[in-house]
């Protein structure tokens, strides 16, 4: 799952429609949270295959991820990538998701370490 409000409010709200209302909620949120100058200036993409992110959520078990189908997924990823990858790359480390948790771990705080602001 993906933790920016920013990609909520980009394109990944197609990702599950949302009602008009419902998205009007969400750039409230947005807005109030977020101005101009604090926008994210870099991303840290933990990265994972489809069919992973799909049995991790399987696993843990939680009511509102149980029915994604493994299209949700796979869809998803591409977005992320296109995002991620495409015009922000310049801007994002990705870190290997498939990697142990203490691994992932030391590798997301080199990653946060090597960003200068």
Known sequence: MFRNIGSQTSKFHHSVPLKKEQYDILLNVYDSMIDTDKRSSHFIYVRVDPEIAFQRA????????????????????????EWLLGSNSSKTTVVDGLKDAELLYNDVLSAINSITF
């Open 58 to 81: 399987i696993k843990r078990g939680r009511p509102e991820e149980r029915n994604l189908p493994l299209s949700y997924f796979t869809d998803l990823h591409s977005l992320m990538d």
